[in-house]
T-cell receptor
Framework: EDQVTQSPEALRLQEGESSSLNCSYT??????LFWYRQDPGKGPEFLFT???AGEEKEKERLKATLTKKESFLHITAPKPEDSATYLC??????????????FGKGTKLSVIP | DVKVTQSSRYLVKRTGEKVFLECVQD?????MFWYRQDPGLGLRLIYF???????EKGDIPEGYSVSREKKERFSLILESASTNQTSMYLC??????????FGPGTRLTVT
């Protein structure tokens, strides 16, 4: 069974204070690791897909990296508008015909001005 | 950009009512999904569909059914709503890279 654990559950940062969110996973044959952003009361918004260890993706102040056991979402010089819950998900070779994503419970990020 | 729409943002129903939640996608994707999201439990897959009239159970299908008569439309049905089905319901479809694109969600309250 695929599993995703995100830490910390919640993170408060001062504006400009860089940090990282962690996503640890166990999966039978990783076919993709996905990062999402979710604002309160809204659906998750897709950010990145990573497929293999060593891969990195960037978007504005966000950078996602991947190892064989975990992924990090690095946030550089965050702004208040980066406040959201960040979700991590994996796709393995099992589960719902391999279409299924297994989601973590998320990290709620608050950036204080 | 992929666009996924859901029929209602907020819905209040009474226990025992039959409830329909509808989802429409505009990108001709074959695979569509229904999740519910609850505090502390995260996103849980209820059902998914990989083609018209084809469906598969997810992790928590009990109390739900689905319908997919047309490729762009995927409906979630609560046959007899109960208070433990109060939740945020999210529809998604996935692109070629298997990243899923979500609708805005329907917050359902069953009283």
């Amino acid at each position: 069974e695929d599993q995703v654990t995100q830490s910390p559950e919640a993170l408060r940062l001062q504006e400009g204070e860089s940090s990282s969110l962690n996503c640890s996973y166990t999966v039978s044959g990783l076919r993709g690791l996905f990062w999402y952003r979710q604002d309160p009361g809204k659906g998750p918004e897709f950010l990145f897909t990573l497929y293999s260890a060593g891969e990195e993706k960037e978007k504005e102040r966000l950078k996602a990296t991947l190892t064989k056991k975990e992924s990090f979402l690095h946030i550089t010089a965050p702004k208040p508008e980066d406040s959201a819950t960040y979700l991590c998900a994996v796709r393995g070779i099992e589960g719902a015909g391999s279409y299924q994503l297994t989601f973590g419970k998320g990290t709620k990020l608050s950036v204080i001005p | 950009d992929v666009k996924v729409t859901q029929s209602s943002r907020y819905l209040v129903k009474r226990t025992g009512e039959k409830v329909f939640l509808e989802c429409v996608q505009d990108m001709d994707h074959e695979n569509m999904f229904w999740y519910r999201q609850d505090p502390g439990l995260g996103l849980r897959l209820i059902y998914f569909s990989y083609d018209v009239k084809m469906k598969e159970k997810g992790d928590i299908p009990e109390g739900y059914s689905v319908s997919r008569e047309k490729k762009e439309r995927f409906s979630l049905i609560l046959e007899s709503a109960s208070t433990n089905q109060t939740s945020m319901y999210l529809c998604a479809c996935h692109d070629r890279g298997y990243e899923q694109y979500f609708g805005p969600g329907t917050r359902l309250t069953v009283t």
